[in-house]
């Protein structure tokens, strides 16, 4: 793997702040809920043998860029 381009780091600082945004942004309660919602993903996930590092990035962004069903 090569450098990083500059749109590449764009894209990559553009993610980090949003992350960084919904974190500082999440309440005492809805940290609660985030912390159950990721308790019973990786109950689900350590059985299919995902590691829970993609799990959790992966749900961090479905916070950010919720899934939507085109039909």
Same mark, same amino acid.
């Given at each position: 793997?090569?450098?990083?381009? =500059? =749109? $590449? &780091?764009?894209? &990559? &600082?553009? /993610? %980090? +702040?949003?992350? !960084? /945004?919904?974190?500082?942004?999440? +309440? %005492? ?6 912390? $159950?919602?990721?308790? !019973?993903?990786?109950? &689900?996930? =350590? ?5 829970? /590092?993609?799990?959790?990035? %992966?749900?961090?962004?479905? !916070? ?8």
């Amino acid at each position: 793997m090569g450098k990083l381009t =500059d =749109d $590449e &780091i764009r894209e &990559i &600082i553009q /993610k %980090a +702040s949003l992350l !960084q /945004k919904f974190g500082e942004h999440s +309440s %005492a309660g809805n940290r609660n809920r985030i912390e $159950e919602e990721v308790e !019973q993903l990786f109950e &689900i996930t =350590d059985e299919l043998g995902l590691p829970r /590092k993609f799990v959790y990035e %992966a749900y961090l962004e479905h !916070q950010v860029f919720p899934f939507t069903n085109p039909f």
